[in-house]
């Protein structure tokens, strides 16, 4: 190994939909967080390596931070902020094509505790019209709220600086060893990622009609003797309607949901697979910590 070799662990934060989860998928070019316009996407934390013959870089994708309405809400908040022990760098994600709101804020007050170098990325400026003028104004107003290690603009959707932020934390990080495996991108085990490429399908084929209360629980994944792999999963809502908007018309919305999640499975496993749908009814399962930990949100010491 490099004797020059540096490593650490980056913390992803920022509020609901600013990008945080694009931002680690274009860090490693591979998709291993889901992706939706709908917020809150994200619910656990997730552990994205990358490894070069020089560095490895762990990130760490936070759910959005949020005013909570349920015991769920609650967990993904906790989560977001437990990711900043023994952190090396943060990633404070920003909406450079908005004003710094309440939510922003809040994450400034947490973030003047953390010793750790922080960096503003200001992602979406694509989407901006008159970008000299709003980016200077926003940007100015974050760095009058806290001292930041330094800052970039970036448009995560295309790739724009993704390279040029690499190079930023690099320099921020002291020498080390390599945690992982070089080959390894993922701390959370392939059920995990599987379970959420579903969830994906699932926001992004039933738009606003069935929004943040499906989970997905995959209930069997084996490999058969012929070297497919068998997974049999369950879609949890909280109502009767919501299972038959998934379902959709004769099966319709199931199916489609079915398609789309097994070519991002197949391309995930590489393998093939044979890929099982159910949708139960579990009613408020976002407020029972028996259900929330069924479902993968909540560790034992939560």
């Not at 931002?23 to 934390?45: C, E, G």
């Not at 949890?236 to 908007?245: C, F, L, W, Y």
């Amino acid at each position: 190994m490099n004797k020059d070799f540096k490593s650490g662990f980056i913390a992803i934060l920022g509020r609901p939909n600013v990008g945080k989860s694009t931002i680690l998928n274009q860090m490693l070019d591979k998709k291993l967080a889901i992706v939706t316009s709908k917020a809150q996407t994200t619910r656990n934390r997730i552990q994205g390596i990358y490894t070069t013959d020089d560095v490895q870089m762990i990130f760490i994708d936070t759910p959005g931070i949020h005013k909570p309405k349920t015991e769920l809400g609650n967990f993904m908040n906790q989560t977001a902020f437990s990711s900043l022990e023994g952190i090396d760098v943060v990633l404070f994600v920003v909406d450079g094509s908005e004003k710094m709101g309440p939510g922003d804020a809040f994450i400034v007050e947490t973030l003047k505790k953390v010793k750790a170098p922080i960096i503003l990325v200001v992602n979406k400026v694509d989407l901006l019209t008159e970008k000299e003028e709003v980016l200077k104004e926003n940007i100015e107003t974050y760095k009058t709220a806290l001292d930041f290690s330094g800052g970039i603009t970036l448009s995560a959707s295309n790739g724009f600086n993704i390279d040029k932020l690499k190079d930023m934390i690099v320099e921020r990080l002291d020498k080390g060893p390599m945690y992982y495996p070089e080959d390894q991108l993922l701390d959370q085990p392939e059920r995990f990622v599987v379970a959420e490429l579903i969830r994906e399908k699932v926001l992004l084929t039933t738009k606003d009609e069935v929004p943040h209360s499906v989970a997905v629980k995959v209930e069997s994944f084996k490999e058969k003797k012929n070297g497919l792999i068998e997974i049999l999963a369950d879609i949890i809502v909280e109502r009767p309607s919501q299972k038959k908007i998934i379902i959709g018309k004769n099966g319709s919305k199931i199916k489609e949901i079915g398609t789309l999640a097994r070519h991002d499975i197949v391309e995930f496993l590489n393998n093939k697979i044979y890929l099982e749908l159910f949708v139960k009814v579990e009613t408020d399962w976002r407020n029972k910590a028996s259900r929330l930990k069924e479902y993968g949100y909540r560790a034992d010491e939560v």
